[in-house]
């Protein structure tokens, strides 16, 4: 290793070697020091280029590699490297053979200021563990060294720790432990060199690492297109039931129907270390996720056993009011249908099975499916607060710290959602409430259709309000998880900004058409923090978007770095007078 050390030497002192104050060679070794820096940016930059293929695949095979990156780049190299250079300058020293080449090491004999030969400066003194431990210093005063063996380390170790951070863009965090951590050791294993050699080697290493910084980001993430790419084959569907022929049906009894399904919260630890699951199959989405609920007539046809306190508001499709169940004594919400036909039946019960397997605590809960004497009624958790459009016309946009935490909560809801086959279709600010504490709640479905959402049904007409539509549902595409991520990104840059991304338009059809024409989105809050992510999720392209989850992984590492918790109110609501709650439409 003292070649491979004093080869690097000569090429620094070749590079930068000045004969002024305190010498050539005490410059060269700080030269050399910068030639070391640039090992960890060098390792940093391949792991980007091979991310840019792989992803956040974290296999074996992948965390062999880049644990050997890291590993060789940080701590084997560096160490042999800053060893071998005090090695050569102490067997100079010593009169042994150090591999320099003689006419330039004859000015190692040589020295100025505080330096009487560079020969015993660089090589005949203490070295760090003898400083550290005698807690002196035999050419300068121990503040010094003790100042360039804590602070000059410890800094550079910070910006390796900030390359690898940067290599893993867009990707869980712990994986840049392959950099910091053997740097670390690095750090450790170097008390053996020379105490000046040490001084000026990092002297040169501190300024190299700071820059190293530059390339690895100008790399770039790897794109989202490989990002949410799964890493597992597609599940095989199981082959559709085909009934047998009629003379074979034997009559079975009737199965009991099954148990209503158990409300416990969302696991936020597996979207944050999990990878984005496969989703069902789209013709499958809302159809029929789960328990039916009870037909209409089966129950509550000759009486109803809710008792209504107010109306909370009303619209094309029906009235909604706050209702108290008399057999459980709780507040409900009930959605009654103004025209309980077959097909607002039908719907009903679509929104009804959508809502029933959705088990997260920031979505609506469903109890029932009712027959009031006036009409089919859903029968919902009744929520006090104000929704999310309501507040942002009246109090302002929100900062980045509360549409951070209300784009992590809403992206887990709706994964939550996702995952049982079930898509939202309509995310609009008036479709999230925020309870009188801050938190955010998400209603609506938008498998029911009202007169004032423009909304149609997928044989060809709309679903969703218009400024709030992904391009793709606006050209008649099928509605997928992609679709639902860009409306819920909409959301947030309404509350940012206080406007629909593609700006208003004068009626419905103007901005449908936008929509459908895939306008670039021009009122993006482009002071906020989450510019950036925003952009990337409203790409008019659903492939390209982030999935759900990584975006609430990308959030909430912003949150934690800015030292804020992301589950925490988005904003605090005063609850509103009697008379005036929340319409639930």
């Known amino acids: 290793m003292n070649g491979l050390a004093s080869a690097l030497l000569s090429l620094a002192h070749s590079l930068f070697g000045p004969g002024f104050c305190p010498g050539d060679w005490v410059w060269a070794t700080s030269a050399a020091g910068a030639l070391v820096a640039l090992l960890p940016p060098i390792g940093a930059l391949a792991v980007s280029i091979i991310r840019k293929g792989t992803g956040n695949r ?3 095979t992948t965390l062999s590699v880049f644990g050997a990156i890291g590993l060789f780049t940080t701590l084997v190299m560096p160490w042999l490297l800053s060893i071998g250079v005090s090695g050569v300058f102490r067997a100079e020293w010593a009169g042994e053979k150090s591999g320099l080449p003689r006419a330039a090491a004859s000015t190692l004999a040589s020295g100025s200021c505080w330096v009487t030969t560079q020969k015993e400066y660089l090589g005949g003194g203490q070295t760090v563990y003898d400083v550290l431990v005698s807690q002196s210093g035999k050419d300068m005063p121990f503040f010094v060294y003790l100042l360039a063996f804590v602070v000059l380390p410890a800094g550079s170790l910070l910006f390796v720790m900030l390359q690898g951070r940067t290599a893993f863009r867009r990707g869980p965090k712990w994986p840049s432990r392959f950099f910091w951590v053997p740097f670390a050791a690095m750090i450790v294993f170097s008390v053996g060199m020379e105490a000046n050699t040490a001084l000026h080697f990092w002297l040169g290493f501190l300024p190299f690492s700071v820059l190293g910084l530059i390339p690895v980001a100008m790399i770039g993430p790897p794109p989202w297109s490989v990002i949410n790419r799964p890493d597992a084959p597609p599940r095989r569907e199981p082959e ?10 034997q009559p079975r009894p009737t199965p009991p129907p099954p148990p209503p399904p158990i409300n416990k919260p969302y696991p936020k630890t597996a979207l944050a270390s999990a990878p984005e699951p496969p989703s069902p199959p789209l013709g499958a989405l809302a159809a029929a996720p789960g328990p039916i609920p009870p037909p209409p007539g089966s129950r509550n046809a000759g009486g109803s056993r809710y008792r209504r306190v107010k109306q909370l508001g009303a619209g094309g499709f029906g009235t909604v009011w706050q209702a108290v169940d008399t057999q459980l004594n709780r507040t409900v919400a009930l959605k009654i249908a103004h025209a309980p036909d077959r097909d607002t039946a039908e719907r009903m019960q679509r929104e009804a099975r959508a809502l029933a397997v959705v088990s997260h605590p920031n979505c609506v809960k469903v109890y029932d499916l009712a027959e009031e004497p006036d009409g089919l009624a859903l029968v919902m958790e009744y929520l006090e607060g104000r929704p999310l459009a309501e507040l942002v016309d009246g109090q302002g946009p929100l900062d980045d ?3 951070g935490r209300l784009w992590a909560t809403m992206a887990g809801a709706l994964a939550a959602a996702h ?4 898509l939202h279709r309509d995310i609009k600010p008036s479709n999230i409430v925020l309870d009188p504490s801050g938190l955010a709640h998400l209603i609506d479905f938008g498998i029911a259709r009202s007169q004032g959402d423009s909304k149609m049904t997928a044989t060809g007409m709309m679903i969703g309000t218009p400024d709030f539509v992904a391009p793709e549902q606006a050209m008649g595409a099928t509605a997928s998880p992609a679709s639902d991520a860009w409306q819920l ?9 206080g406007q629909p991304p593609r700006g208003t338009r004068e009626t419905p059809m103007a901005a449908l058409m936008a929509a459908a024409r895939a306008e670039p989105v021009s009122r993006l ?17 659903p492939r390209r978007r982030p999935t759900l989850n990584a975006v609430r992984r990308e959030v909430e590492g912003w949150l934690s770095r800015a030292g804020k918790s992301a589950d925490g109110p988005v904003t605090r609501v005063v609850p509103r007078q009697p008379g005036s709650q929340l319409p639930r439409r």
């Open 489 to 497: 990104a909409a959301t947030i840059s309404y509350a940012l900004s």
């Open 58 to 60: 974290y296999d074996a």
């Open 525 to 541: 809050p482009q002071r906020s923090a989450h510019a950036r992510l925003l952009a990337a999720s409203l790409d008019p392209e």
């Open 401 to 403: 710290v509360a549409a």
């Open 419 to 422: 995952e049982k086959g079930v």
């Open 240 to 249: 559709p039931h085909r009934p047998p022929p009629p003379s074979q049906v």
